[in-house]
């Protein structure tokens, strides 16, 4: 069985730009969560998806942004970039709304450098 | 608010060496969820573990073990015997059930070296 995946691997902007990432979560969940990994500051909640909606959503400013498609695969758009954007954006997917947190299970991420 | 406390930034051990790794907790409410992750060079976390707060009994798989303890709110996670392979960065992470955030409160990580 296929794990998340997410694309593109690496991804070099400059400051200003746009940046969008693509995940697919594993075949049978419904949930996709996005997370930051910058240095120094760890591992960082981003937003939840589930069925198409969004859930939940980190403190970061409205220039983070994303969705779900209804093939449950997500998209995080990160508008006007800024330096301190660069960072390993995480994907993870669960099953879904149980009523109680499933497991989430990581792609590989995106590295994405801002210059 | 939850808080997830990971002291040691990082450990090395000689391999076969034991090693613990210490993940300490602060949460309000009465059901939540623990997990350990294992994050390797490349990138890709891991799954390792997830237990519930109901749950107090230790689990062991393979070289791994877990001892969950809520008297002092800790989950440490301790490796037998490691390997070469066993190194990385391992996180905890802690999520609540309250209001459906089900999102995970990742610890700084502890980065394990074992060296041959």
């Known amino acids: 069985e296929a794990g998340v995946t997410q694309s593109p691997t690496h991804l070099i902007k400059t400051r200003g730009q746009q940046a969008t990432l693509r995940c697919s979560p594993i075949?049978?969940?419904?949930?996709v969560y996005w997370y930051q990994q910058a240095l120094g500051l760890g591992l960082q909640f981003l937003l939840w998806y589930d069925e198409g909606e969004e859930r939940n959503r980190g403190n970061f400013p409205p220039r983070f942004s994303g969705r779900q498609f209804p093939n449950y695969s997500s998209e995080l758009n990160v508008n006007a970039l800024e330096l301190e954007d660069s960072a390993l954006y995480l994907c993870?997917?669960?099953?879904?709304?149980?009523?109680?947190?499933?497991?989430?299970?990581f792609g590989p991420g995106t590295r994405l450098l801002v210059l | 608010a939850q808080k997830v406390t990971q002291a040691q930034t990082e450990i090395s051990v000689v391999e076969k060496e034991d090693v613990t790794l210490d993940c300490v907790y602060e949460t309000r409410d009465t059901t939540y969820y623990l997990f350990w992750y294992k994050q390797p060079p490349s990138g890709e976390l891991v799954f390792l573990i997830r237990r519930n707060s109901f749950d107090e009994q230790n689990e062991i798989s393979g070289r791994y073990s877990w001892n969950f303890q809520k008297s002092t709110s800790s989950f440490n996670f301790t490796i037998t015997a490691s390997q070469v392979v066993d190194s990385a960065v391992y996180f905890c992470a802690l999520s609540e059930t309250q209001g459906g955030s089900e999102k995970l409160v990742f610890g700084k990580g502890t980065k394990l070296t074992v060296n041959p």
């Open positions: 075949s049978g969940h419904t949930s």
């Open positions: 993870a997917s669960s099953v879904g709304l149980a009523g109680f947190p499933e497991t989430q299970y």
